[in-house]
């Protein structure tokens, strides 16, 4: 998803279930805050053992459509996200 990281337009992260918890408001695109979201999923015993976030910086943080720059990079997201998964 977007996340605005103050990074480079572009740049992808991988985040753990624990990165997530220790963060405050971890906010992503859609404005929703996945530090809440893992709060409550535990509460009602729902929350899995294992969660691993991607995040992408975006060029602009307002909603709107992709970033012609971001499209063109979505084949290496996708490679970045499936080499990530396989660790």
Do not use: V, W
């Amino acid at each position: 998803d977007a996340a605005d990281m103050e990074r480079e337009p572009g740049t992808i992260e991988k985040f753990s279930l624990e990165q997530i918890q220790q963060t405050k408001n971890f906010i992503m695109g859609h404005h929703l805050d996945f530090s809440q979201i893992i709060k409550l999923s535990n509460l009602m015993q729902e929350l899995p053992s294992q969660i691993t976030f991607f995040g992408i910086q975006p060029f602009n943080i307002a909603p709107g459509p992709i970033n012609h720059t971001l499209k063109t990079h979505i084949p290496y997201y996708l490679s970045f996200i499936k080499k990530e998964l396989c660790k």
